[in-house]
């Protein structure tokens, strides 16, 4: 992703975040698709905010990863009971080329039980 790019969604994101709640907008989940252990919550706070994410967690227990969700709107990464986030790492995927969405990630987890 060049800079460029990286600017125009960071200003899109700061000019619709204004009064963000968790009540705005919903909790998308992202489980581990083999162990099925929550990885990575999801708070979307603008569901108005005209901006579309993939998001992709990948599993400290088992090495999988989620299934990819398309986020629509503004949002905030939560941990969850077991786990930490370590990296984001952002994709150029055939999603984002295509314009599908405007950004690819890919958010690797760490087990949470161990860090305290």
Known sequence: MDQEFKNEL????SEEKSGLSVEDGKHVLLSCS?????????????????I???MRAGCAFCGDTSFSQVIEGGFHLGITENTKISEINTLDDED???GEVDASYMIMTVDGRKIK
């Open 10 to 13: 960071r200003d899109k994101v």
């Open 52 to 54: 579309k994410f993939k």
């Open 96 to 98: 984002v080329q295509s």
């Open 34 to 50: 083999n162990c099925k252990m929550d990885l990575i919550d999801i708070w979307i706070t603008t569901p108005e905010a005209k």
